[in-house]
């Protein structure tokens, strides 16, 4: 198995945490804690400008792990939001990361889906020559 991929896609009513861009920053970075990943480097956050008339806009936030990435993008125009959480981690503890999202954000609704990433391999006999 590659790893472990989270993907939590919920309604909040909160507009605040889905419209505040340095909220996903310190949110993402909170995760990679609260889940004992490793951050290799500072968490990245990208505003988005309104759209189709809206007046308010969302924004995306993602931070590179040793054991991959997490990312959030936001609608605040719709109360939606998705996260991704990737991990190569052996045991990294999805129920936890699920609990601490749907706390964070006041939850509502939501679907999580948990993929298994992996590639099947053939299992191949060789055979070694000596020379």
Aim: hydrophobic residues 40%; aromatic residues 12%; neutral net charge.
């Amino acid at each position: 198995m590659i790893g472990t991929n989270l993907l939590f896609d919920g309604v909040s009513f909160d507009i605040h945490k889905l419209t505040d861009e340095k909220i996903g920053t310190e949110f993402v970075s909170y995760l990679a804690d609260a889940t004992d990943m490793t951050k290799v480097d500072a968490p990245r956050t990208f505003k988005f400008p309104p759209m189709d008339g809206e007046n308010i806009s969302g924004y995306t936030s993602i931070i590179l792990l040793a054991e991959s990435h997490i990312s959030i993008h936001t609608w605040p125009e719709k109360n939606l939001f998705a996260i991704d959480i990737f991990s190569c981690k052996k045991d990294y503890d999805v129920k936890k990361a699920e609990e601490e999202i749907i706390k964070f954000f006041n939850v509502k609704f939501y679907n999580s889906q948990v993929l298994f990433r992996s590639v099947p391999m053939p299992k191949i006999k060789a055979k070694i020559k000596n020379f």
